[in-house]
Antibody, heavy 117, light 108 residues
């Protein structure tokens, strides 16, 4: 059974860099896209970006200038960095697996990130 | 850009009852590429249905999806206690991906 376990800092100050990591177990890292999504309080889900085994990345155009997604295939892990955070970046962040279909068949449990001075 | 509107916002039902959830798109979804997720607080969201009507692996047959074009429905034939959760639809037929705002199914 595929499981995604995610972790990272939950409280940031404005202008800091958000950093989250997601570890996959129970399946193959290759053959999928590995994505990050977020859900601000009271708002809908937003796709942030994705990476595949070969390191190809694709980002939401609205966040592209601040986002980097990377992967360590030897550990079946992938990471999200979002620079220059503001209060608008406060959200629950999720990692998820995309079977090359643009939907998500396995998700992490979510990490709540709050940006506050 | 496709906008998905889910209704109702909250559905109050008793175990054993039938739940009917709606997801309406602002324009036709290509190839009926719509999925449904179940989300319980503190847990990972769970894929229920893909391509509007295909149950995902290990999803009980009390969950069914239907619809095409702009109107889609998730039906839970008989609610079990573990089915009380928030349900989201998502379209993946065109970019950008879009999610609905969710329907909360709560115990009456």
């Amino acid at each position: 059974q595929v499981q995604l376990q995610q972790w990272g800092a939950g409280l940031l100050k404005p202008s800091e860099t958000l950093s989250l990591t997601c570890a996959m177990s129970g399946g193959s890292f290759g053959g999928y896209y590995w994505s990050w999504l977020r859900q601000p309080p009271g708002k809908g889900l937003e796709w942030i970006g994705e990476i595949n085994y070969s390191g190809y990345t694709n980002y939401n155009s609205s966040l592209k200038s601040r986002v980097t997604i990377s992967a360590d295939t030897s550990k079946s892990q992938f990471s999200l960095k979002l620079t220059s955070v503001t209060a608008a970046d406060s959200a629950v962040y999720y990692c998820a697996r995309d079977p090359y279909s643009n939907y998500f068949d396995y998700w992490g449990q979510g990490t709540e990130v709050t940006v506050s001075s | 850009e496709i906008v998905l509107t889910q209704s109702p916002g909250t559905l109050s039902l008793s175990p054993g009852e039938r739940a009917t959830l709606s997801c309406r798109a602002s324009q036709s979804i290509s190839s009926n590429y719509l999925v449904w997720y179940q989300h319980k607080p503190g847990q990972a969201p769970r894929l229920l249905i893909s391509a509007a009507s295909n149950r995902a692996t290990d999803i009980p047959d009390r969950f069914s999806g239907s619809g095409s074009g702009t109107d889609f429905t998730l039906t839970i034939s008989r609610l079990e206690p573990e089915d009380f959760a928030v349900y989201y639809c998502q379209q993946y037929g065109s970019s950008p991906l879009a999610f609905g705002g969710g329907t909360k199914v709560e115990i009456k």
